[in-house]
């Protein structure tokens, strides 16, 4: 509950900052162009499931809008709209904390969940360094929010026999093999720091490092539902190229 008090707290205090009056110096700069990386998932599940990171792709398309400069902050928002592939792969152990091999196939035992997003981030952009001709350094912060398109799974077992195949599985929990994602509609904190090369003729590269924790879960949570909580964990490695569509005229800059 807390959390969610947070997050609420969190976008009212972005539309606030947007809709103030400008102290600094002024900007109206608009840049547009495309994103795409690379992301690392997990579920927190409560009871809990061992896990590894699940890599996925992400990519989609950037649009920021420079307000103003206070003092050495250049302050700005941005939106994206993304593609990401979430999700979580199991740690299948057996009681020794070895690989739990299979007595019927004789292989190691995998499992993993891929949920596919279109995802999109509202976050107040604070740049440190020169707007054009130069590096600057950056960070991110603000909500986001996710649709779910699709879900897909790879395993070389069937979950239902988990334990008739192998009784020596470590792995206790097992509820969440077999079971669909019941909340389509995701949201969450996202939080990021990246440096931004800025090129007179040629537009901004941007690279990114961002974390995002998940404040909805994937399982619906009341007390007669199996999960407390199943909320996502990602970490974004990612590369954004943004064109200027609008500049500032007559502004002091450097």
Same mark, same amino acid.
């Given at each position: 509950? *807390? ?28 840049? @547009? ?17 061992? &896990? ?57 035992? &995998? ?7 279109? &995802? ?55 509820? &969440? ?11 969450? @904190? ?10 007179? *003729?040629?537009?901004? @590269? ?45 502004? *002091?800059?450097?």
């Amino acid at each position: 509950m *807390r959390l969610r008090i947070l997050y609420i707290t969190l976008c009212l205090c972005l539309a606030a900052n947007a809709a103030k009056a400008q102290v600094g110096s002024y900007r109206n700069d608009f840049a @547009i162009g495309f994103n795409g990386g690379y992301q690392l998932n997990s579920i927190a599940f409560v009871p809990k499931v061992p &896990q590894s990171m699940l890599g996925g792709m992400t990519a989609g398309l950037t649009a920021r809008y420079v307000c103003e400069k206070y003092f050495n902050m250049i302050c700005a928002v941005q939106m994206e709209l993304n593609y990401a592939e979430a999700g979580w792969k199991e740690s299948i152990l057996s009681v020794n904390d070895e690989p739990c091999i299979n007595n019927q196939t004789g292989e190691a035992e &995998q499992y993993s969940r891929t949920i596919s997003y279109m &995802q999109m981030p509202l976050l107040a952009h604070l740049g440190f360094g020169r707007e054009v001709s130069g590096m600057k350094f950056f960070i991110n912060l603000g909500p986001q929010f996710g649709l779910k398109l699709s879900e897909k799974t790879e395993t070389n077992f069937t979950a239902k026999n988990a334990y008739d195949t192998n009784p020596d599985r470590a792995n206790s929990v097992i509820a &969440q093999d077999t079971m669909a994602v019941e909340n389509n509609f995701d949201y969450g @904190i996202t939080a990021g720091l990246g440096m931004e090369m800025s090129m007179k *003729r040629a537009g901004h @590269i941007l690279l990114e490092a961002r974390y995002y924790y998940g404040l909805g879960n994937i399982y619906h949570d009341t007390k007669a539902d199996y999960f407390a909580r199943s909320n996502h964990n990602s970490i974004v490695f990612k590369m954004t190229y943004l064109f200027d569509i609008v500049r500032t005229k007559n502004a *002091r800059r450097k």
